[in-house]
Every structure is written in C-alpha cells, then in structure tokens.
C-alpha cells in the first residue's frame, strides 16, 4: 500500500502540475544553451564555477529537476546524470525535451525528502530552486547527505534570505521593497497568500 504523500509534497504536486505550463519556454531555452547560467539574472557557468571541473564519468543526480536542463548541461559535461522531480507533469516536459534534443536520462517521479536511491550512490548533486525550495532543509539535506559518496559535493541554488524578507506578495515581477515585511528569526515554512504551494525559507545562520 502506497503511503500518502506529507501535506506540504502533495501540495506542490498539484501546484507545479498547473505551473508547468510555464516553463515550458524557459526549459526549452535553457535545454538549447550550451552554456549553463543560473538565477534570476541568468549569470554564466564561467563567472560563479557551480559545477565541478571534471565531471566526466561522474554519477549526478538534480534534485527537483523540473524540466531536466541542469541535467542535460550535466550530460553534454560527461556526467551520467538523474532527475528526480514531484510533478508528473514537469517531467512529461522533460521527457519532450529529452527527445527533442537527443539528450537522455533517468527521471523519477519522487519527492526529494525520501528518494529511492540506495546509500552512496552519486559524486555530485545539485539543486537550482528545485528542493532547495520546494523540500523541508531539515530533510532534504540529510536525504542528499545519504546518497552522496564519500566526498561527494552538494550545490545548490534559490531564493536569497533578504529578497525573501522583503518581498511582500509574490509576483514574478514584484520587487522588494524598502522595508522588511516578515521577521528573520523563525523561518522555515512559507506560503504565498492565494496560493496552496509550499515554500521553504532558513536563514543563514540556520
């Protein structure tokens, strides 16, 4: 019998299977670039060195892979990479792109605090406002510790802490204001007013 899913991982299923259409273009974009680029601001691989020198051969997994482009900038690198994403519906995305630019790997319906891979199994992996957001960090990150190798690396990527504080409803194209709108202290699950997604914010220190 199939466990239920916790409530925060059900409801970003169903909220990244109706944002999905979204980002179909954007995926599509970043499927086609040769030069991975990250954020918000679309920053180069060659100016922040996210990615390990030497990456061929190596076993990768991106956690919360949407529609799987950081995977395939990982496989054009030589990596032998994985997806694992929460939304059925990004990762019939993903799959489309796969075939539509020859690129192919492992995708896993699964939620990012409970994965299906056995203890050690990858040298690297990676998060690009994936779990990093959309996960619980108090299990997400002990998960990614599980099935790292010994001396295997995390990175990941997400909203910064102050852009968090003072923004005060989300909008693609909300600014922060000028003033804090939420505490720092306490952080940790966050919801957006109108919306049943759920995000997950620390600050630094924790």
Not at 5 to 17: G, K, Q, S, T, Y
Not at 141 to 146: K, M
Not at 181 to 192: A, D, E, K, T, V
Request: some cysteine.
């Amino acid at each position: 019998m199939t466990e239920p899913l916790p409530e925060h991982v059900a409801a970003n299923r169903e909220a990244w299977d109706r944002y999905a259409v979204d980002y179909l273009e954007p995926g599509r974009r970043a499927w086609a670039s040769a030069e991975p680029s990250w954020g918000t601001w679309g920053v180069p691989e060659a100016e922040l060195l996210l990615l390990p020198d030497d990456l061929d051969g190596k076993d990768t997994i991106e956690l919360g892979c949407g529609t799987g482009y950081v995977s395939a900038w990982l496989a054009r690198r030589g990596a032998r990479p994985v997806g694992i994403d929460n939304s059925p519906v990004q990762l019939e995305n993903a799959r489309r792109f796969q075939t539509e630019f020859g690129v192919e790997f492992p995708l896993h319906l699964g939620n990012a605090e409970a994965t299906p891979f056995p203890d050690a199994s990858f040298d690297f992996a990676i998060s690009e406002y994936g779990a990093c957001l959309w996960a619980d960090p108090y299990r997400w990150v002990p998960e990614a510790s599980r099935i790292l190798k010994p001396g295997g690396q995390l990175v990941f990527l997400t909203n910064g802490v102050i852009l968090h504080l003072a923004v005060e409803e989300y909008e693609a194209d909300d600014p922060a204001k000028e003033a804090l709108q939420r505490p720092l202290f306490g952080m940790h699950r966050h919801s957006w007013p109108d919306e049943t997604s759920v995000e997950f914010h620390l600050p630094h220190g924790e």
